[in-house]
Nanobody, 118 residues
Framework: QVQLVESGGGLVQAGGSLRLSCAAS????????MGWFRQAPGKEREFVAY????????YYADSVKGRFTASRDNAKNTVYLQMNSLKSEDTAVYYC???????????WGRGTQVTVSS
């Protein structure tokens, strides 16, 4: 059974930092890239960050570029999202997802809430 479990969310003041984790288990044997997404109340889910299997390639939404950093530890089957200089508009539920070859994200976690107070 595939499980992606996010953790590390919480309440933080604007300008603060959080580090999200996503622990994966049960994934098929394949080299998954991973993505981070978020969904704010009343808004659609949006892309935040991408990290390749090796960690050598990362991409970010313009809104988080320079503030967020994705990383991974494949030995621990865990990916991370370091979030610095948080803003109130970063408030959302954050999800991690596994990307199968071809580009589709086919496994998703249940999300972790990040709330940034101004």
């Amino acid at each position: 059974q595939v499980q992606l479990v996010e953790s590390g969310g919480g309440l933080v003041q604007a300008g603060g930092s959080l580090r999200l984790s996503c622990a994966a288990s049960g994934l098929p044997v394949r080299s998954d890239a991973m993505g981070w997404f978020r969904q704010a109340p009343g808004k659609e889910r949006e892309f935040v960050a991408y990290i390749s299997w090796s960690g050598g390639r990362t991409y970010y939404a313009d809104s988080v570029k320079g503030r967020f950093t994705a990383s991974r530890d494949n030995a621990k089957n865990t990916v991370y999202l370091q979030m610095n200089s948080l803003k109130s508009e970063d408030t959302a539920v954050y999800y991690c997802a596994a990307q199968k070859p071809g580009g589709i994200y086919d496994y998703w976690g249940r999300g972790t809430q990040v709330t940034v107070s101004s």
